[in-house]
Every structure is written in structure tokens, then in C-alpha cells.
């Protein structure tokens, strides 16, 4: 059951990592000293040198829990992919098929797809090392942050991030490795988003065309009555039908992250 109190530390790390520097080194001060903190209350209770029951070690986890749709969105795939479907969605026409749930199912699975080199990097290099006593909780903490500021650093225009430099007042940094938590996470969510909507907007196109081809004609008939949705999204239907759409989409957005 050690894998629970590397958990409860690594959402704690990210969690306080996620926060705004006022000042660098109060931030780097102010990281060490509650990763250690919270390292030693994981593993020691009050001094007493007994390890946290299962119990409270569960009850933590559970609280904890409740940061993970804020890492889901922030350092992850997840954001890019479900507006995308989103965008996708509407540009069909369809206003609930495939419902929500549905979306959020693909966009889930579809980065778990994306993100499984780093999961499975974070798996080698600290949580299967922390279990066999290999490594110390704050090194696996430390590796584990690293392997996803690898990913966003990949994922993050240089632009997005010189842009919250200047809004943190800071003149540079000597590697990418050494950007902190609190601008790479503002900076990679405003890349994504970004992205997102270039590939949306690219989607959208031919879609749009149908509805212009269709509400012309319409037009030149005289049955402005009639809703050009009602009849365009048929042929919206067989376009996406013939050019296998969601392998084309789904295969354009993971190929849409940089390895």
C-alpha cells in the first residue's frame, strides 16, 4: 500500500506547484518546505515513527481527490481533445448526439491514449522504484513533477510562455527545465487552447460550406421557409460518413501532440 502515500504526496506537490509565485525564492522556499512536510506526515505520524493507517491514508486520498479535475484540465491532453469533439459537435449540427457523457468518454480514453509514455515513464522512473524502497518519497515526488513538466514544456508555445514571463516579471530562464510550475501551467492551458480552436476552426470549414451550398439553393428556389439545418445536416452526415471522420479526427488529435 505504499503507492497511497505517493499518491496523496504527489497531488499535494502539483496542488501547491499550481499556485502563483509572488517572489521565486519565497515560492522555491515555500514548495520545498511543505513537500518535506508533507512527505514526513505520510510517512510518520506526530513523531511516533508508526506509518498512517490505511484508513486515514484513504480519507486523505478521497479529499484529495476532489484537485483531480484540475489537474485532469490543466497538465493533460484532456483540455485540446474535448473541444475539439465539442467544436466537431456543433459544426454537424447535432445538438446533443453524442451527448456530453459521451464526449467526455473519448476525450478521457483519448488521453489516457496520448498521455501513456508518460505514464508510463512516472510508473518507471518513481512509483515502481518507491515501492520497492528504492527511492525516497520527495525524489519520487521530484521525478514524477519532472516527467510532466517534460510533456507540457513540449506541448507550450514559446510565445504563451514569454507572455506570463512578462506578466510574472521575469527576464529569462537558462533551460526550458527550469520555467516554474506557476507560468508553465497558464501558458500550457493558453497553447491548448489555442490549438484547440485552430483545429476546430480547420474542421469547421467544410461543414460550413455545405450550409452555405444549402442555404443558397434554398434561397434561389424560394423556400426561405424551410430551415437549411433540416436539410443540410443529412448530407453534413454522409460527408463525415464517407471520409471516416472520427478515425480522421481521432488520429489528427493525437497526432497533433508533439513526442
Known amino acids: 500500500m505504499r503507492i497511497i502515500p505517493f499518491i496523496l504526496a504527489l497531488l499535494g506537490a502539483f496542488l501547491l506547484a499550481a499556485e502563483p509565485a509572488i517572489a521565486q525564492t519565497a515560492e522555491a522556499a515555500a514548495e520545498a518546505g511543505a513537500s518535506e512536510a508533507l512527505g514526513k506526515a505520510l510517512d510518520d505520524v506526530a513523531g511516533d515513527g508508526k506509518p498512517l493507517t490505511l484508513s486515514l491514508q484513504i480519507l486523505i486520498l478521497m479529499s484529495l481527490l476532489t484537485i483531480l479535475p484540475s489537474l485532469l484540465l490543466m497538465m493533460t491532453s484532456f483540455t485540446r481533445i474535448l473541444i475539439v469533439l465539442s467544436i466537431l459537435r456543433q459544426a454537424l449540427g447535432l445538438q446533443q448526439t453524442p451527448p456530453n457523457q459521451v464526449l467526455i468518454g473519448l476525450s478521457l480514453f483519448l488521453s489516457l491514449f496520448v498521455m501513456a509514455p508518460t505514464i508510463s515513464e512516472i510508473n518507471t522512473l518513481a512509483v515502481e522504484p518507491y515501492g520497492e524502497d528504492e527511492l525516497a518519497l520527495e525524489e519520487a515526488i521530484e521525478i514524477s513533477g519532472e516527467v510532466?513538466?517534460?510533456?507540457?514544456?513540449?506541448?507550450?508555445?514559446?510565445?504563451?510562455?514569454?507572455?506570463?514571463?512578462?506578466?510574472?516579471?521575469e527576464?529569462?530562464?537558462?533551460?526550458?527545465?527550469?520555467?516554474?510550475?506557476?507560468?508553465?501551467?497558464?501558458?500550457?492551458?493558453?497553447?491548448?487552447?489555442?490549438?484547440?480552436?485552430?483545429?476546430?476552426?480547420?474542421?469547421?470549414?467544410?461543414?460550413?460550406?455545405?450550409?452555405?451550398?444549402?442555404?443558397?439553393?434554398?434561397?434561389?428556389?424560394?423556400?426561405?421557409?424551410?430551415?437549411?439545418?433540416?436539410?443540410?445536416?443529412?448530407?453534413?452526415?454522409?460527408?463525415?460518413?464517407?471520409?471516416?471522420?472520427?478515425?480522421?479526427?481521432?488520429?489528427?488529435?493525437?497526432?497533433?501532440?508533439?513526442?
Do not use: C, N
Request: glycine share 6%; proline share 5%; charged share 15%.
Open 171 to 259: 527576464d529569462g530562464f537558462e533551460s526550458p527545465e527550469a520555467i516554474p510550475f506557476s507560468i508553465l501551467l497558464p501558458a500550457f492551458v493558453t497553447s491548448e487552447l489555442k490549438t484547440a480552436f485552430q483545429i476546430g476552426f480547420m474542421i469547421y470549414l467544410p461543414f460550413l460550406i455545405i450550409d452555405l451550398v444549402v442555404a443558397s439553393t434554398l434561397m434561389a428556389l424560394g423556400m426561405m421557409m424551410l430551415s437549411p439545418t433540416i436539410i443540410s445536416m443529412p448530407f453534413k452526415l454522409l460527408l463525415f460518413v464517407l471520409v471516416d471522420g472520427w478515425a480522421l479526427t481521432m488520429g489528427s488529435l493525437a497526432g497533433s501532440f508533439v513526442t
Open 148 to 169: 510532466f513538466h517534460k510533456f507540457m514544456v513540449k506541448q507550450t508555445r514559446e510565445t504563451d510562455i514569454k507572455l506570463f514571463m512578462e506578466l510574472a516579471e
